[in-house]
């Protein structure tokens, strides 16, 4: 019984000691962030703008792997997302003109391709996706 109430206080003081150490570590994060702020600030007049940023343009990005013709000259364009989470496609440009997905494709799932057929019968010079995570632009 002794013995367990003794391993039992080493354990509760082992979680209080590392819980210290994780709040102290948190703490200094948020210290020296702030003081990147302050020093910001005070040498450029203004704090960064963290809009500008590209968080998930880093992480999630659009390829337009390759462009081909179907049985009926619509045009398959094949779609590769690189990123780490799921895509949805808003719109599709050919020469700047909004054409229609024929193929009913609405999203693309990470380190997947897909072949979107679009409604588009004449030449074209570039293809621009437009997505959740960006633009992917493909040109001739």
Do not use: C
Request: charged share 15%; no cysteine; glycine share 8%.
């Amino acid at each position: 019984m002794i013995l367990q109430a003794v391993f039992g206080i080493i354990i509760l003081v082992i979680l209080i000691f590392t819980s210290i150490k994780i709040i102290g570590s948190l703490f200094k994060g948020l210290l020296l962030i702030g003081l990147t702020l302050l020093a910001s600030y005070l040498i450029f007049g203004s704090l960064p703008s963290l809009s500008s940023i590209p968080f998930s343009g880093s992480f999630n990005k659009l390829k337009i792997v390759g462009v081909s013709r179907d049985t009926n000259n619509s045009l398959l364009v094949a779609v590769n997302n690189v990123g780490f989470s799921e895509t949805k496609i808003s719109k599709v440009l050919v020469n700047n003109q909004e054409v229609q997905i024929i193929n009913g494709i609405e999203k693309i799932d990470p380190h997947k391709t897909d072949i979107l057929q679009v409604n588009w019968n004449q030449d074209f010079n570039t293809i621009e996706i437009q997505s959740s995570v960006g633009k992917a632009t493909y040109k001739k």
